[in-house]
């Protein structure tokens, strides 16, 4: 789809050459001379990328990007100002513009800028499109995502959430198997019936039968009145076994009456009772391996196995780290009514850092930020103290890169490459000529590399 280029400056030659490059290569180009034209230009055009110079005739820049990132939420704003003024630059991406370029720039490092921008059009669009379809539900959650690993199990939660098969989502705490559960559950026909979590570690073995099916007066010392079960709970809707490793190898059996019959009867009584439930089960344990080792049943692993998720740690979720950061941020901001910011340095050691609490522990950690920082710049003293003590540790504590055992060799290597080239980038305020310099390669060699990471 076309996209529509808002250019917005006093110099008309350079408004005129913008127009000419841009158009040739596809795009729908307007222009504005000054403020009081940029802002009928907005409303008169559905536009998607700005760029706006900080020195127009009429008007403060940096007033104008406020003005226009309060009232265009949807649109990407760039930043164009001469080389004495990067401070400027800087507070223009605090106040919300997406980058910045220093005049004169060349028309390549424009079009890059231009294609990073359309990228995260693109991100924000279908991550739009998603909480269309989960609006019903409180929050996302972390289940936002860019990631190939988390479109996967986006495109089988729409799969099978207009069946009844039995799901079995496994990864570890913290990657967020009961949210998907729900999330599930929310988008099947059965969304008007119950949803009832039972996490099987958190009750003890002698109470967990009685808890899933129920108990007849007099069943055991006192069973004062009948109680129904989980099971009954959830008729007509879905039951969610989380930490379903747990159980033990006895309740297993008649577990799996419940799961592959959808019958069960009540502790102390000999009468059948039917139920219309799905099932959903979660672990963080291996049971494949249980199954192996005699500590799990077989038929009943392959009855909740039907369908499989295998939910990815944060680790392996780089890419969604920062949009994760900013979603969590955002419903601070709206909640405490304050604008907080992350620096580059502070987001590049959040990187780094493994999260072994993965999405959960994320959460947590960003929360404790928006607490204890003293205005609206989030510092690493913020964070939790293990994150603290790693930006101290790390090799390259300004979170440059950090090993991850989960790469190859040269996936590790085109990290480090990565992060040398945007930090040489960044110092050099943007300047593409700079920053090959002061990294020994050619322009073009760095215009090929910055191209080739924005495909991955």
Known sequence: MEKSILFVDDEIRLLRSLSLSFRKKGYHVTLAANGQEARRKMLENEVDLVFLDLNLPDANGLELLQEFSSLYHQKVFIIMTAYGEVESAVSAMKAGAFDYVVKPAKLDEIELIINRACTWLGMKQENLHLKERLK?????????????????????????????????????????????????????????????????????????????????????????????????????GTIFLDEIGEVSISLQAKLLQAVQEKSFMRLGSNQLKQVDVRIISATNRNLKQMVQDGSFREDLYYRLNIVDMHMPPLRNRTDDLQL????????????????????????????????????????????????????????????PHEIQGFSQTNPVSGGLFAFDKTKTLPEQLEDIERQFILTAIEEHHGQIASAARELGVSRQRLFYKLNKFLEH
């Not at 929050?139 to 939660?157: A, C, W």
């Not at 990657?175 to 099947?188: E, F, Q, V």
């Not at 007099?218 to 709970?233: L, W």
Request: with cysteine; charged share 25%; aromatic share 8%.
């Open 136 to 236: 019903h539900m409180e929050s996302t959650n972390g289940f936002i995502s860019i990631s190939p690993e988390m479109k996967h199990i986006y495109e089988l939660i729409e799969r099978v959430s207009s069946t009844d098969a039995t799901v079995l989502l496994h990864g570890e705490s913290g990657t967020g198997k009961s949210m998907i559960a729900r999330m599930i559950h929310n988008l099947s026909g059965r969304n008007s019936g119950p949803f009832i979590a039972v996490n099987c570690a958190a009750i003890p073995e002698q109470l967990l039968e009685s808890e899933l099916f129920g108990y007849e007066k007099g069943a055991f010392t006192g069973a004062t009145a009948s109680r129904a079960g989980k099971f009954e709970a959830a008729h007509g």
């Open 324 to 383: 994760l950061i900013e979603e969590f941020l955002e419903k601070h901001r709206k909640k405490m009514k304050k604008n907080y910011r992350l620096s580059s340095q502070v987001m590049n050691i959040l990187k780094s850092y493994e999260w072994p609490g993965n999405v959960r522990e994320l959460q947590n950690a960003v929360e404790r930020a928006v607490v204890l920082c003293k205005d609206e710049d989030l510092s690493i003293q913020d964070f």
